[in-house]
């Protein structure tokens, strides 16, 4: 039963506004404000430090980003110059190679004529040597023939049928030669 009594005893309220010991408020009041005190005093700093570093921080995100963005805006639209150049580009290097190509066929095709020429020039003077050495052949042979004809003129006395049939039968060689 003292132990019933004791534990009413230590229920008791102080006043209506004050439910409990008047000592455990003041103690536990003061030590609250003083460590809302320390708080505000030694943390406070240090809390809006890291609060504007996070503030600073995220401004300087947002302008790198919105530089970035900037420079992507920057190339994309010279990226999209360059390729609505590119038919421009394509147009100008197809007409260099349609000139370059037309450069090299009006050379080649004069190479060709100058090569042709130089061999119509060639073919002609062996027309002319192979002539003049046909020509040069035919002068000795028909030269043998008539050193020929005329020993064996010598070599018979000549009448008029020894004569007659001395020519048909120089006649007849130099046919069948031919």
Known sequence: MNSIVLAAEAGAENSF???HDINEVIWGGSAFLIV?????WKGGPAIKAMWYGRIDKIRTEIETGESARLAAEAELAEVEARIADA????SRILAEGREAADTVKAQLVAKAASDAEDVRVR??????????????DLEAE???LAIGAAEAVVAHALDEQVQSDLVDDYINKVGTQR
């Not at 809302?36 to 505000?40: D, E, F, G």
């Not at 073919?123 to 040069?136: M, R």
């Open 36 to 40: 809302v005190a320390l708080i505000v």
């Open 123 to 136: 073919g002609a003077a062996d027309i002319e040597s192979s002539k003049s050495q046909a020509s040069s």
């Open 17 to 19: 506004l004050l439910p």
């Open 87 to 90: 038919d421009a580009e394509r």
């Open 142 to 144: 028909v030269g043998l």
